[in-house]
């Protein structure tokens, strides 16, 4: 006896600009709203998956809203299969190339098939994917940006305070000396109990990144030192990560577990961050788990916080889950932080709901 397939009905896609409480000033700029686009996948059965992307700014909002629609409209009546819609998806874009926004938008559309798919098994995400939910180490990195020294004490003891026992230093001052000041203030204010990892974000060059780098194992103390140089120049991170005893953190921008190979075999990193639109959403990040692990490298993720809490639970090599709120303001249900753990939601799928009330407020 056959059973009916479920497939893909409509992909409804939504730009809003949600606000910050709290904005967030880095060596490559400032944000101070959160650009999502908002997705949702209905399939023939009644089931809607969700997912958002973060656009960076308010002019990419609109362009990858436009391919996520262009995309949606490729796999109407396609069957819910996610890694089946991902290699369409990858087949029909094969000669403009799966990198940067094509991938982001991709990746917007497979996390939604996978909400909507393990909705349909009444299942979270990450017990769909073979696994349970779990306590998550996480750590709050929604402050703590290129702020005055003066600001920064009462700044991370906030941010310690949400309930934290780790948080993110934001470093690329004009000066190595103001650096160091920098992570001093920090970790006088926090105390030794508190993990303290710090993020150049690509803004030094490799050889200014091995110098400030030394200074900072010498100060000691932190878990890890993010992006020192340009992210996709491989040979010279592996060049900052043997001259240094911190370890050295990439990822974020990985475009696609093909190119987090390549970092991995060059030896550009002693971790991996993954970002969940940038490696290809669920589909890309079960193949990004599994060279970490072949690897022996510890994983963590890159923001979105909802679906991470679900994909690192599923990692074998699962290291630091990322907390922002820059969704809070539009999804009905906020993750809890909990004595300074994140666990994925019971509910089916993923557990995003919109706040239809404020998707209207925020609407563009």
Request: charged content about 20%; proline content about 5%.
């Amino acid at each position: 006896m056959s059973q009916s397939r479920t497939t893909v009905k409509s992909v409804r896609v939504r730009a809003v600009v949600a606000p910050m409480p709290r904005p967030l000033h880095t060596s490559v700029g400032a944000l101070t709203t959160a650009p999502l686009v908002l997705i949702d996948l209905e399939t023939s059965a009644g089931t809607v998956g969700r997912a958002y992307l973060f656009a960076f700014n308010r002019d990419n909002v609109r362009p990858i809203a436009a391919l996520v629609e262009t995309m949606g409209r490729v796999i109407v009546d396609v069957e819910l299969a996610p890694s089946d819609i991902e290699a369409k998806l990858r087949a029909q874009y094969r000669l403009l190339g799966v990198h940067n926004i094509v991938l982001i938008a991709m990746a917007g559309i497979d996390m939604a098939a996978w909400d909507a798919f393990a909705q349909e098994l009444e299942r979270p995400l990450v017990r769909a994917l073979g696994g349970a939910p779990r306590p998550l180490l996480a750590y709050n990195s929604k402050g703590l940006g290129l702020l005055p020294i003066s600001a920064l004490a009462q700044e991370a003891e906030s941010l310690v305070d949400e309930g934290f026992a780790a948080v993110k230093l934001r470093l690329g001052r004009s000066t190595a000396k103001e650096d160091l000041e920098a992570v001093r203030a920090v970790k006088r204010a926090i105390g030794p109990g508190i993990a303290l990892m710090c993020d150049f974000n690509q803004a030094l060059t490799v050889t200014e990144a091995i110098a400030r780098g030394r200074l900072l194992d010498e100060e000691g103390g932190l878990v890890w030192i993010e992006e020192p140089t340009r992210a996709d120049d491989f040979a010279g991170n592996a060049r900052i990560a043997e001259a240094l005893a911190t370890p050295v953190q990439i990822g974020e921008n990985f475009m696609g577990p093909q190119q987090m190979a390549q970092a991995l075999a060059a030896g550009a990193c002693d971790y991996v961050m993954p970002d969940a639109q940038r490696i290809g959403g669920v589909t890309g990040w079960m193949r990004a788990a599994a060279l970490a692990q072949g690897a022996g490298c510890e994983m963590s993720s890159h923001l979105f916080p909802e679906i991470s809490a679900h994909l690192l639970a599923v990692t074998p090599t699962r290291h630091w889950l990322e907390y922002v709120d820059w969704a809070n303001a539009i999804v009905a249900e906020p993750l809890i932080v909990s004595d300074g753990h994140v666990v994925a939601p019971s509910t089916a799928g993923t557990g995003i709901r919109w706040n239809e009330e404020a998707v209207a407020r925020y609407t563009v």
